[in-house]
């Protein structure tokens, strides 16, 4: 053994134990710069919920400062971190029982209380007799992941819930996902579909490169929308509106497309019903005011540029609101129906039949050429409507009154046209058997005549324009004065005294009738008071009813209210009403006339023999006087079925027990012949006309 024996190699052992060292510190350096820079947070844990050691990323992770402050503050893990405590619990039972948890994911509350998801891997160490010494894993905040998971979750769920057919295609065009409402909309089956082109248009109703054109554009401006016809899966065509959205990658190239399609079949019909409510009579179906003029100033145009002649023809039909009020709306409906049937088979294609409102027609022929063309319809129109219609089981007459105009011959703008048009009806409404009448200047001028007219009498009662004449009512046999009837008179301004004849249908027909009548009704039985007042013995005083009255529901209480405001003696009021305004609806009249009975005012019907009365319902009537139309009187004598009506009017009176007044008496001749028949009392010019209030006076006064 040599000098150094054993010594020899120790140099050697310590070289060898410090290299040793140092590569055990480089490995600790690098475990804590691996433990304390790992982006993962990394522990070690005591059994029983403590820390025994943490990364800076978990102290991170969890919202602490530090390390530190998350060993210090988190003492009970189950308590403290863990949402559900359970979690924990199944967390360590996998740990004892399997030695190693992998993927465990639990919700977890960090240091400021917000709930954040994480993942842990974990194994247990365990000491050489098999006891657990502590816990060691990693966490990773995986939150964002989860959210993300729960969006695809949730768009995954719209793609497969939304009402829309939804198709995923790739960058070749070629299908790659649908969604149920596509095939439920198309009838297609997805595995027939998936990695083919979509086939979506309808064959022959666009061109064959529609959707390559429609997806180039997607790829050029990023999007494209639009409607067309898609075709099911057995061929048949229906309206889609598609919208066509591209998926980009991140360096923006583009992946996919997702093509959206919705079946708007009803969406259409609903366009198509507003659109039809907009332009067309729902009752008739015809054209309605809006469109009828929208045509009216396209024929106007095409007249002016092309040097071309139309026609409008206006319609108002004579007897629909007797039909309407004596049968029923549902009648009135079913009449303007059949109307508009039978107005259709008059005109020619190219022609418009319209409905302005309630009983007003139109026809407008926007080429006539030259001649009569509108003469011509008119009639073919009246020979079509001359037919009865058959309405609840009854037949009943309704003939128009029909004004033509011309255009540009008349005028050359849509509302000048109508006017001409409207001037010419009402021409022809007057004109007794003619139905129809084409419009002249002289008419135009009326119009605009009665448009003043009408103006005038709406201020003309306030103005105190109006008077009221009495024409005495005598006894038949004495010639004793027994009564009067109070007749309007109009005084104007500048045109003198307007016939009532020129004044009383436009007061009716624009329903300045009711103001007038409750003037006349009021005025007349306050002249009433005050003669008698003076000592006149006046039995009554007569007051026309006019038909728009008679319907009117507050007429009871107008002839009350003027009862009351005079103090009449209601037996001295006769109230004279046409045969007409009690035939549209006899029942409501019986009960109008009942109502007026009991008042006890006097009743009459005026005009007796022009109407159409059921003797039926005259035998019911509570009435005192039939009025014999001076129609009848004027010809008594010359006239044998005169006299014959006279006679028999009379001879009904006795047997009914009504009183009996023969009205436009001129000569002696008719007073004797009606006195010798019975007729109880007489009025007409024989006796006197009509005077006013201060003559009337010293008439009675002579008497």
């Known amino acids: 053994m040599s000098a150094a024996g054993p010594y020899a190699e120790r140099p050697f052992s310590e070289a060898l134990l410090a290299a040793q060292l140092a590569r055990l510190r480089d490995s600790e350096a690098q475990y804590r710069s691996i433990f304390e820079n790992a982006q993962e947070g990394i522990y070690q844990t005591t059994p029983d919920g403590g820390y025994l050691r943490v990364n800076q990323a978990l102290a991170r992770i969890y919202g602490y400062p530090s390390p530190d402050a998350l060993i210090n503050e988190l003492t ?13 619990d199944r967390f360590k039972t996998i740990l004892e029982t399997d030695g190693l948890v992998r993927d465990f994911e639990a919700r977890i509350y960090r240091r400021d209380g917000a709930i954040i998801c994480i993942t842990e891997n974990a194994r247990c160490v365990r000491d050489a007799a098999g006891a657990i010494r502590y816990y060691e894993g990693t966490v990773e905040d995986i939150t964002d992941r989860k959210r993300s998971e729960e969006e695809i979750r949730l768009l995954a769920k719209v793609f497969e819930s939304v009402a829309e057919g939804i198709v995923l295609l790739d960058e070749a065009g070629d299908v790659q996902a649908v969604n149920p409402a596509f095939m439920t909309l198309t009838e297609a089956k997805g595995e027939d579909l998936k990695g083919k082109p979509l086939r979506l248009v309808a064959d022959g109703l666009h061109e064959k490169d529609f959707m390559a054109r429609a997806l180039a554009a997607v790829r050029e401006h990023g999007w494209w929308s639009g409607e067309m016809m898609a075709a099911r899966a057995d061929g048949t065509a229906f309206p889609a509106e598609i919208s066509i959205t591209p998926v980009r990658a991140p360096d923006g190239s583009l992946t996919h497309s997702v093509v959206k399609v919705a079946d708007v079949s009803r969406r259409k019909q609903d366009e198509e019903h507003i659109r039809f ?8 179906r015809l054209p309605n005011r809006r469109l009828v003029l929208d045509r009216m100033e396209a024929a106007l145009a095409a007249a002016h540029d092309h040097g071309r002649r139309g026609c409008v023809l206006f319609l108002d039909l004579d007897r629909f609101k ?12 079913e009449l303007l129906r059949l109307v508009a049937r039978r107005l259709r088979h008059c005109v020619r294609p190219t022609d418009t039949v319209g409905r302005l409102g309630g009983d007003e027609f139109v026809i407008l022929v926007p080429d006539c050429g030259p001649g009569n063309i509108g003469t011509y319809v008119a009639e073919k129109v009246l020979y079509n409507m001359s037919e009865p219609f058959s309405l609840t089981g009854s037949e009943q007459f309704c003939i128009p009154s029909i004004g033509i105009t011309y255009f540009p011959d008349d005028a050359a703008q849509v509302e000048d046209v109508l006017r001409c048009a409207d001037a010419a009806m009402y021409h022809a409404k007057k004109g007794g ?9 002289s008419m135009g001028r009326r119009s605009a005549e009665l448009v003043n007219l009408e103006n005038d009498l709406r201020l003309a009662a306030a103005r105190g324009e109006l008077e009221l004449h009495y024409q005495p009512k005598v006894d038949a046999t004495t010639l004793k004065l027994v009564g009067a009837e109070a007749l309007v008179r109009w005084r104007h301004p500048i045109h003198g005294m307007i016939s009532p004849a020129n004044f009383i249908p436009l007061a009716e027909e624009t329903g300045l009738i009711l103001s007038i009548g409750r003037w006349v009704l009021r005025t007349a039985c306050r002249q009433l008071g ?35 405001e005079t103090g009449i003696d209601p037996a001295r009021l006769d109230l004279e009403i046409t045969e007409t305004a009690m035939s549209d609806d006899v029942e409501r009249a019986l009960n109008m006339l009942h109502t007026l009975k009991d008042m006890g005012v006097t ?13 039926n319902y005259l035998k019911t009537m509570p009435i005192d006087t039939l009025k014999i139309d001076q ?12 006299a014959a009506i006279a006679s028999t009017i009379i001879t009904l009176a006795h047997n009914l027990g009504f009183s009996v007044v023969a009205e436009g008496v001129e000569t002696e001749d008719q007073a004797a012949f009606l006195r010798d028949r019975g007729c109880h009392y007489l009025q007409g010019y024989w006796i006197s006309r009509p005077l006013r209030v201060p003559d009337f006076a010293d008439f009675m006064a002579g008497r």
């Not at 009970?76 to 924990?88: F, P």
């Not at 058997?433 to 200047?441: C, I, K, M, S």
């Open 433 to 441: 058997e003619r139905r129809y009448a084409v419009y002249t200047p």
């Open 76 to 88: 009970d893990i189950a308590g403290q971190l863990y949402v559900d405590a359970e979690s924990r």
């Open 603 to 615: 009743l009459s019907i005026d005009d007796f023999g022009t109407g159409y009365s059921s003797l």
């Open 631 to 642: 129609s009848f009187v004027r010809d008594v004598v010359a006239s044998a079925k005169d």
């Open 322 to 333: 007797a039909v309407n009020d004596t049968l029923g709306h549902a009648a009135g409906d």
């Open 277 to 284: 409510h907009a332009f067309f009579d729902t009752l008739t």
């Open 530 to 564: 005050r003669w008698r007042a003076r000592g006149f013995d006046l039995a009554s005083v007569s007051v026309n009813v006019s038909a728009l009255q008679f319907t009117d529901p507050t007429f009871a209480a107008t002839v009350q209210a003027a009862l009351d």
